[in-house]
């Protein structure tokens, strides 16, 4: 078999007030093994010295793969990842939080997931070990990567991909070679439960993003991630590399977990996501009627209103969302 050139890889990373970490989130960047990417930091107009440590680390790298953003207003979560965007035009995308880090071979192994023979996902995600704010390991896991939560399942939604069939990849050439014999699942159920980690754990097709980006920023300046990862579920479904490949840093300030580590099932908030949850759903809803073209366009006029009618089920009682899953697969 030929050689396969590789595709290249934009990373994301957005920081307001962080500047214990950011550093060492941007260094997990610049140690990786798959070199052909680019990456762009976006302050969001911070009010400490974040921007300053940025500058601090890309002055000690001096590599010009990486850049600097910084934005004089404050625009959310939302607003400075699509200003970070708007700069980069890969085939793949990775957003890390600016308290995350990287293994080593984490571009590496997503890449090599993303090329696999058997299915084209949209993203791919992979587990996570916990550490704490002195980078200390605390958890080697979390308990609910890849557990469909939903009864009706009853396991049926992950189906395994042979890990021969997913490539290893000579980075040294830019080449790839297809053998592995890493666990990977293919997860194709339209769900809008939480099955992953955080952003921080994925990567992307870039025109997948450009179809599900919230369409405005302060209606979304929290809690993009939600909005992104189900909607990019729900229109094309995901590849779970089965190992953790990043660190994901409990330090009391984490904008979703503000619970320690007691072991067992890793409950990392004392929040109610409900009504958040019922929000994102309300929104998601919108932005699927107002960009109906785009939508139907992607994904034809069917799956179109298959995926509107799950998004309504996730809004009904049990009983009448099989209603409406059942009326899906009818149309």
Avoid at 31 to 46: E, H, L, M, N, P
Avoid at 147 to 166: C, E, L, N, T
Avoid at 260 to 282: C, I, Y
Wanted: hydrophobic letters at 45%.
């Amino acid at each position: 078999m030929p050689d396969t050139k590789l595709p290249r890889v934009s990373v994301v990373v957005t920081c307001f007030n962080c500047p214990d970490y950011v550093g060492d989130a941007i260094r997990s960047v610049a140690c990786q093994t798959f070199r052909d990417f680019d990456c762009v930091i976006v302050d969001d107009a911070s009010t400490d010295t974040s921007a300053a440590a940025v500058q601090q680390m890309l002055d000690e790298l001096a590599d010009p793969r990486f850049r600097l953003i910084r934005l004089a207003k404050n625009v959310g979560q939302t607003g400075a990842t699509r200003r970070g965007l708007a700069t980069v035009q890969t085939p793949f995308v990775c957003f890390l939080d600016s308290d995350d880090l990287w293994n080593d071979d984490f571009l590496e192994r997503h890449v090599a997931a993303h090329l696999n023979e058997s299915y084209a996902v949209g993203f791919t995600a992979c587990n996570a070990r916990l550490i704490d704010g002195q980078g200390a390991v605390i958890a080697g896991g979390v308990y609910w990567f890849g557990r469909d939560r939903a009864v009706a399942d009853r396991g049926r939604a992950f189906a395994p991909i042979d890990p021969a069939r997913v490539p290893k990849l000579d980075t040294a050439n830019g080449t790839a070679g297809w053998r592995r014999q890493t666990p990977y699942r293919l997860y194709t159920k339209r769900v809008v439960h939480w099955v992953w980690v955080s952003t921080s754990s994925m990567m992307f097709r870039r025109s997948l993003i450009d179809l599900v980006f919230p369409p405005d920023d302060e209606t979304f300046r929290l809690h993009m991630d939600f909005y992104v990862v189900v909607m990019a579920q729900m229109v094309a479904g995901s590849l779970l590399i089965d190992e953790p490949l990043y660190a994901y840093r409990l330090h009391g300030r984490n904008g979703a977990a503000d619970n320690p580590v007691l072991g067992g099932r890793l409950h990392l908030s004392a929040r109610n996501w409900g009504d958040t949850h019922d929000r994102m759903l309300d929104r998601m809803l919108a932005a699927m009627v107002s960009g109906r073209e785009r939508f139907v366009t992607a994904l034809g006029e069917k799956q179109y209103r298959r995926m509107l009618l799950r998004m309504r089920a996730a809004q009904a009682n049990a009983l009448i969302a099989w209603v409406f899953i059942l009326r899906s697969w009818l149309i």
